[in-house]
């Protein structure tokens, strides 16, 4: 029987979706992709970098993803932690059966829902992350200290199913 494994994203990124489409090509796993925004579907207008973006591989090809509707008043991946919420999230979770659910960050709303719904769902709870401390420290203080204090292991082992690796 295939284990099945629900990634959660904020949006498509080019260098996941190789990833997504080699585990849903195994014997092994079940793959299904959420997203919380479609931000780089279409080509847009990276400030960065000065230009527009477009891919060239393909995001959405070779796996099953879903769109998550937001309900954010002030949607986007770059709106801050209440740019994305997804409320979705719960409905999708409470009609799998118990999955590995992968999330992606803990830069939005949505991300400790999903933790938290996820975990009382009895889904096995990772969490996985890519922060540059330099972008950390552009955090007010109070923010840091909230993130530390949800994400600290004294915290997460609150949630059994939730392992926790740093």
């Known amino acids: 029987m295939k284990k099945k494994i629900i990634y959660l994203y904020s949006h498509p990124i080019q260098y996941f979706a190789p990833l997504s489409r080699l585990l849903a090509q195994s014997e092994h796993f079940e793959v299904l992709?959420?997203?919380c925004s479609d931000y780089g579907v279409k080509p847009y207008s990276d400030k960065e970098f000065n230009q527009v973006i477009q891919?060239?591989?393909?995001?959405l090809e070779g796996y099953k993803s879903v769109f998550l509707?937001?309900?954010s008043r002030n949607p986007g991946?770059?709106?801050g932690f209440f740019g994305l919420i997804n409320?979705?999230?719960f409905t999708l979770l409470w009609q799998q059966p118990k999955s590995y659910i992968i999330v992606h960050g803990w830069a939005y709303f949505t991300h400790f829902f999903t933790l938290l719904i996820a975990s009382l769902?009895?889904?096995?709870?990772?969490?996985?992350?890519?922060?540059?401390?330099s972008h950390e420290m552009l955090n007010s203080p109070k923010k840091l200290?909230?993130?530390?204090f949800f994400l600290s292991s004294h915290s997460l082992q609150r949630y059994p199913s939730l392992p926790f690796y740093w």
């Open 121 to 133: 769902l009895g889904h096995k709870v990772c969490l996985r992350g890519e922060s540059p401390l």
């Open 87 to 89: 409320l979705g999230i």
């Open 145 to 148: 200290k909230l993130r530390q």
């Open 33 to 35: 992709v959420c997203y």
């Open 77 to 79: 991946i770059d709106k």
């Open 55 to 59: 891919w060239d591989i393909p995001l």
């Open 69 to 71: 509707k937001n309900y």
